[in-house]
């Protein structure tokens, strides 16, 4: 059966989306559009390229994750540069290597950019800070004054993954000047909304696959200091869109799948992690499928 799924951001923890994707695919479930979120938005280009589970696990396998930390080079030392690159370029890390990855991992597959898909077969979220507003990619472009068709697949991907002060933002000028563009995640971390709108018919079923145990969770946030006010407020702007939208009625097409004991930004992820969440995700969407009626 053809459906569209929607995959959420969450750094490192998506390898448990792959294995959820397993499952999906074990059951002849056929994505025909796929949207996502930073770590989602990495799951969702690579099935619209048409990896299998398999092996877009295997490609993970086989990345050392801390290659894609790809500091500046200085005479510095980094404990005292880093703090001057997240002063003057606004990230520890330049994002290159991972946009790099991604690059070489869809031209295998004779994708370069979104010309190279079908119309509304993938689709990105990130940010835009110096509008304040959230940006659909590619469909948003225009605003910028640039052809959809003819933006890089990989940068996309690489902008919706710039993590605020870990990966350097991407900027992109426009008739208006230069704008910064950040993880996507900063607006809305798991887009359901662009397959399933109230009162919108759909076209086909929709199926969301969410990195958190249930559309309730939310640990109380302790704030006593300005890093603890900074990491809560960050955490309040990601999850206010989405949890706003979740209802009753979209819950029963979302997989929550709990990946605790690992760091969004844990690049140094250990082989058994790496398979721990792998085995979480696939294990989440057997038991879900089991029961889903669409």
């Known amino acids: 059966m053809k459906i569209d799924g929607v995959f959420s951001g969450g750094g490192v923890k998506g390898i448990a989306l792959i294995g959820a994707y397993e499952e999906i695919e074990s059951r002849g479930l056929q994505f025909v559009r796929v949207a996502g979120t930073s770590a989602g938005s990495i799951v969702a ?59 070489e991992k869809l031209e295998a597959k004779g994708l370069r950019t979104f010309s190279d898909l079908p119309p509304q077969t993938l689709r990105v979220i990130a940010s835009d800070l110096s509008n304040g507003q959230m940006i659909v990619l590619p469909d948003d472009l225009r605003k910028y004054g640039i052809s959809p068709g003819s933006f890089p697949i990989a940068k996309a991907i690489r902008m919706s993954c710039s993590i605020p002060y870990f990966f350097e933002p991407v900027k992109i000028r426009s008739m208006d000047g230069l704008n910064i563009i950040v993880d996507g995640g900063v607006l ?80 140094h992820l250990t082989e058994e992690k790496k398979k721990k969440l792998f085995e979480v995700g696939r294990a989440q969407a057997k038991k879900f499928l089991q029961n889903w009626s669409y």
């Open 45 to 103: 280009a690579l099935i619209a390229a048409g990896y299998t589970s398999r092996e877009i696990f295997q490609l993970v396998d086989e990345l050392d994750l801390s290659k894609l930390l790809d500091a500046r080079k200085t005479v510095i030392p980094f404990p005292i540069a880093k703090w001057l690159f997240v002063y003057w370029k606004l990230g520890l890390y330049k994002g290159n290597e991972l946009e790099k990855w991604i690059k």
């Open 188 to 267: 809305s971390n798991f887009p359901m909304w662009l397959f399933d709108t109230e009162n919108v018919q759909k076209e086909r079923p929709v199926l969301g696959i969410k990195l958190s145990s249930s559309e309730y969770e939310h640990e109380k946030h302790k704030i006593k200091n300005a890093i603890q006010l900074f990491a809560a407020l960050f955490e309040t702007m990601k999850d206010a869109h989405d949890s706003r939208y979740i209802s009753k009625r979209h819950v029963k097409n979302i997989i929550f799948i709990p990946a605790e004991g690992v760091l969004t930004t844990e690049f």
